[in-house]
């Protein structure tokens, strides 16, 4: 079956602009989550999906929001954009999650590299 | 400021050798915790997981090892292959945590001939 998709696979912006990433999550998985990867820190969290709502956040500012909808597909969103959101997002799908008592495993999209300007 | 690139640390091996990938975990009150490969240009692929109730766990040419009281957890590729090359990534879950996984830095794995 089809793998995680992510769209697009590059994109440059420029300091102040927002910028829409799209994930399409392996077919019947209802769990979406959001990484971002930079050389600096390495892979760190930013939010999970489940059935349409935002079951858990990691740590960063409100500039960075996500969706999710019906068909589970998700998006996610970062306003005014800085120089340090340089990164490559990564966006993983999982039948139930991975803060699930089952650990459902995660699969990986090739990711959106991100570059501001 | 002006931000530090990360320096992952390298392991390089002979092909046919066994390679061994150690991690140092965070939380003690994780219990779930996966290996991860990523190539150039792709996402991680999950490659083996295991729970803290468990000390060793294998799959297909790995095998992880766990130690909960040192709060360290390793990866070993037995007859590494040209395919191994990758880096590696540890990650850890608490059961019912909010804050996703939580990954380590990586490991360079460098398969020479």
């Known amino acids: 079956k089809a793998g995680v998709t992510q769209t697009p696979r590059y994109l440059i912006k420029t300091r102040g602009q927002q910028v829409t990433l799209s994930c399409s999550p392996i077919?019947?998985?209802?769990?979406v989550s959001w990484y971002q990867q930079t050389p600096g820190q390495g892979l760190q969290f930013l939010f999970e999906y489940f059935s349409e709502t935002q079951r858990n956040k990691g740590n960063f500012p409100g500039r960075f929001s996500g969706r999710q909808f019906s068909n589970s597909r998700s998006e996610m969103n970062v306003s005014t954009l800085e120089l340090g959101d340089s990164a490559l997002y990564l966006c993983?799908?999982?039948?139930?999650?991975?803060?699930?008592?089952?650990?459902?495993?995660?699969?990986f999209g090739p990711g959106t590299r991100l570059t501001v300007l | 400021g002006e931000s530090v690139g990360l320096h992952l640390p390298t392991l390089s091996v002979q092909e046919g050798d066994n390679s061994i990938i150690n991690c140092a975990y965070s939380?003690?009150?994780?219990?779930?915790f996966i290996w991860y490969k990523q190539e150039s240009g792709k996402g991680p692929q999950f490659i083996i997981d295991i729970r803290s109730n468990m000390d060793k766990r294998q799959g297909q040419r790995v095998t992880v090892l766990l130690n909960k009281t040192v709060k360290h957890l390793s990866l070993q590729i037995a007859a590494t292959q040209p395919g191994d090359s990758a880096v590696y990534f540890c990650?850890?879950?608490?059961?019912?945590?909010?804050?996703?996984?939580?990954f380590g830095k990586g490991t360079h794995l460098i398969i020479q001939p």
């Open positions: 990650a850890e879950n608490m059961e019912g945590g909010a804050d996703g996984l939580t």
């Open positions: 993983a799908s999982s039948l139930e999650g991975v803060v699930s008592s089952s650990h459902n495993e995660q699969f």
């Open positions: 077919s019947g998985h209802r769990s």
């Open positions: 939380n003690s009150a994780s219990d779930y």
